[in-house]
């Protein structure tokens, strides 16, 4: 699993995400990405990857469609939480 670190921004809030990456090749060029939002830092042990995204053409697409899929995630439970 391929790992990247992002931060996002969402109602003037930074927050720190991890983001995982599995290629359906073997060698990772013309496949199919799937996303994962890790719960916790890759070298924890309660940490779990939650798949969010699947059937991806490109690397970073997939990071891109999964900051969004994170900010849109972020923003409703600050929003619920405001209510």
């Known amino acids: 699993m391929y790992k990247v670190k992002r931060t996002i ?3 003037d809030q930074a927050i720190d995400i991890w983001l995982g990456l599995v ?4 060698n990772g060029k013309n496949g199919k990405y799937t ?3 890790l719960t916790d830092e890759p070298n ?3 940490n779990h990857a939650e798949p969010i995204l ?15 899929y994170a900010k849109e995630l972020f923003r409703n ?3 619920n939480r405001k209510s």
């Open 9 to 11: 921004y969402v109602d």
């Open 35 to 37: 996303v994962y939002l």
């Open 23 to 26: 290629s359906k090749t073997k």
């Open 44 to 46: 924890k042990p309660l």
């Open 77 to 79: 439970l600050l929003e």
């Open 54 to 68: 699947s059937n991806i053409t490109s690397r970073e697409t997939a990071i891109r469609r999964g900051i969004e």
